[in-house]
């Protein structure tokens, strides 16, 4: 099985991803995507992301090595490598992607009904800014780039499955399991 979880930066998916991993452990694996960005604070090479060059990157793209990737910025790279899929299906595990707006809509198109795929929406551009700013690690800069692409991003909400807001951290949690549960029944 196959969930996908998108949100525009700051609207909290991967605290929904921190969830089921600590609340089902053993039941879901995390794809790690590959991204030439640089780590932000205590980030790990393999655990949070695979941090690779913009150079290897390319490389890889020649290679035919991703499943889906995105050029989400100038220069600025995120996929999803096909030996991420291979090591978690031999894992045994649900695969549980935490990726980009476009990058969700691509493995949707991709997996089609064997995919769950949820957006997980702020419930304000107002409040997904405050969210960025309280983060503390980002330039004005990039937030403001950020707010302009999570309008953009959100317009895309109705290409997935199921939208939870992520208003109440401790409701959109019980919204997201409550759906992950239905589509495991139901599939």
Known sequence: MIIILCAPSGSGKSTMVRHLLDTYPGCYELSISATTRLPRGQEQHGKEYYFITKEEFEQHIVNNDFIEYEQVYD??????????????????????????????????????????????A???????????HARGDTS????????????????????????????????????????????????
Do not use: C
Not at 80 to 100: M, V, Y
Not at 122 to 129: H, K, N, Q, T, V
Not at 161 to 175: E, G, M, P, R, Y
């Open 75 to 120: 220069g600025l790279y995120y996929g999803t490598l096909k030996s991420e899929i291979d090591r978690i299906q031999s894992l045994g595990r649900t695969i549980l992607f935490d990726i980009d707006v476009k990058g969700g809509i691509n493995l949707k198109n991709i997996f089609g009904d064997n995919a769950l795929s949820i957006f997980i």
């Open 122 to 132: 702020p419930p304000s551009i107002d409040a997904l800014s405050a969210r960025l």
């Open 140 to 187: 004005e800069e990039m937030i403001q780039k950020r707010l302009a692409k999570a309008e953009i991003e959100m317009a895309d909400a109705p290409h997935f499955d199921h939208i939870v807001v992520n208003d109440d951290l401790s409701v959109a949690k019980q919204s997201l399991e409550d759906i992950i549960n239905s589509w495991k029944r139901n599939s």
